[in-house]
């Protein structure tokens, strides 16, 4: 059963919880977002599977997700990237921040969330229970998209996007 770290507002652990029941109780927890970009600038996407819990089915950032209890975010994002899409790069971590989102299903995602850039040239071997689609996308084109569809994004996406255009050097 696995579990999230439970932080207050400063990432401060404060305990763990199963990650289902923090969903359900929208109990603020450590997370992290990778956004992968190659040489051309694009972003890689991945379409979440149809099976999560929340947000399946839309659009979202490389990877997301959580680190265990007793394991470093650095560490979960290295582990995650290659579970979930099925290689590895150098991270750089660049900001983090705080969020909650509730879905309709009863569920919240509240975390405090550190975002992490990368960079890689091929094409990922997404983990299909995890991802049922990628591709390479612009920012410019994204961020469009996103302003016509936006309920083909994931909340977390949207709600950074602009920053790690800004801190990616792709402004």
Same mark, same amino acid.
């Given at each position: ?13 404060? *305990? ?25 600038? &694009? ?30 975010? %650095?560490?979960?994002?290295?582990? @995650? ?8 790069? %150098? ?14 299903? *009863?569920?919240?995602?509240? &975390? ?5 850039? *990368? ?10 229970? &995890?991802? &049922? ?31 790690? @255009? ?6």
């Amino acid at each position: 059963m696995a579990k999230v770290i439970l932080v207050d507002k400063d990432d401060r652990e404060i *305990g763990h919880q199963e990650k289902l029941q923090a969903h359900r109780q929208g109990k603020l927890h450590r997370a992290f977002s990778i956004f992968i970009f190659n040489d051309r600038g &694009e972003l890689m996407l991945q379409k979440r599977a149809k099976s999560k819990y929340h947000s399946a089915g839309l659009w979202s950032n490389t990877c997301c997700s959580h680190p265990q209890p007793g394991e470093t975010t %650095p560490k979960a994002a290295h582990r @995650r990237l290659k579970e979930e899409m099925g290689f590895d790069c %150098p991270l750089k971590e660049v900001f983090q921040f705080c969020y909650r989102v509730d879905f309709d299903n *009863g569920l919240a995602e509240h &975390e405090y969330d550190h975002v992490f850039i *990368g960079h890689y040239d091929g094409d990922p071997l997404p983990d299909p229970d &995890e991802a &049922e689609g990628w591709q390479w996308v612009g920012l410019k084109n994204l961020e469009e998209n996103i302003r016509r569809n936006p309920d083909q994004y994931t909340y977390w996406l949207k709600f950074c996007i602009k920053r790690v @255009r800004k801190l990616s050097g792709l402004v």
